[in-house]
């Protein structure tokens, strides 16, 4: 089982990145998929995340408007879309997924989640 995070990179401030991460080894249906991310010092954040079926989506408030997660089933893949990038934004970004099918509980914090990927770097420059 595992998620592999790409798509990271070094973006101008208002630019834009696409995040992907693709999920092997497990019915990726079966799984609430979530972003969060970890800039140096700190702890690790919510971003987004979506239920099993994409039923539900989640964002931080700090990102509400500028970012957008989906998913692609066919793919095994779970996406990141973030526009008008800004410096304070500048992390490492994982994504991480728990087996939660047929509900619309979906969680914020890390703990909720059981399987993470290794995460993706996102640098913004001024």
């Known amino acids: 089982v595992q998620l592999q995070a790409s798509g990271g990179g070094l973006v101008q401030t208002g630019g834009s990145l696409r995040l992907h991460c693709e999920a092997s080894?497990?019915?990726?249906?079966?799984?609430?998929m979530g972003w969060f991310r970890q800039a140096p010092g700190k702890e690790r954040e919510f971003v987004a995340a979506?239920?099993?079926?994409?039923?539900?989506?989640l964002y931080a408030d700090s990102v509400k408007g500028r970012v957008t997660i989906s998913r692609d089933d066919a793919k095994n893949t779970v996406y990141l879309q973030m526009n008008s990038l800004k410096p304070e934004k500048t992390a490492v970004y994982y994504c991480?997924?728990?087996?939660?099918?047929?509900?619309?509980?979906?969680?914020?914090?890390?703990?909720?989640?059981?399987?993470w990927g290794q995460g993706t770097q996102v640098t913004v420059s001024s």
């Open positions: 991480a997924g728990r087996r939660s099918p047929y509900t619309l509980a979906l969680g914020t914090t890390a703990m909720w989640y059981d399987l």
């Open positions: 979506t239920t099993w079926n994409d039923g539900k989506r």
């Open positions: 080894g497990l019915i990726f249906t079966n799984y609430a």
